[in-house]
Nanobody, 122 residues
Framework: VQLQASGGGLVQAGGSLRLSCAAS????????MGWFRQAPGKEREFVAA????????YYEDSVKGRFTISRDDAKNRVYLQGNSLKPEDTAVYYC????????????????WGQGTQVTVSS
């Protein structure tokens, strides 16, 4: 499975961005999907995940109520809508696919995209 993340950019604090991740080469509808982020000098951390059938979603505490993960199996895409963005949301955002159920650890995922930079200015 190949994953291509896009939609990052520069946004002011309080603004919004919608990240998109396009999947190809596999059966997208069978994968749980996740978003992670990595800020300079920090480890990659979990942001959000969605089950293979879209039945459940999960969020890291700091983004609950601000970020929404969704998927469109007809388009082989997963999205991350971020609202009320804060400077601490600045990071490279990665999408990932898991052949099993969702997880919050990097090791839970089998395939990774290349990342898209999100910068939130204060």
């Amino acid at each position: 499975v190949q994953l291509q993340a896009s939609g990052g950019g520069l946004v002011q604090a309080g603004g919004s961005l919608r990240l998109s991740c396009a999947a190809s080469g596999g059966t997208f509808s069978s994968y749980a999907m996740g978003w992670f982020r990595q800020a300079p000098g920090k480890e990659r951390e979990f942001v959000a995940a969605i089950e293979w059938n879209g039945s459940s979603t999960y969020y890291e505490d700091s983004v609950k109520g601000r970020f929404t993960i969704s998927r469109d199996d007809a388009k082989n895409r997963v999205y991350l809508q971020g609202n009320s963005l804060k400077p601490e949301d600045t990071a490279v955002y990665y999408c990932a696919a898991s052949r099993s159920r969702y997880g919050s650890r990097v090791g839970d995922y089998d395939y990774w995209g290349q990342g898209t930079q999100v910068t939130v200015s204060s």
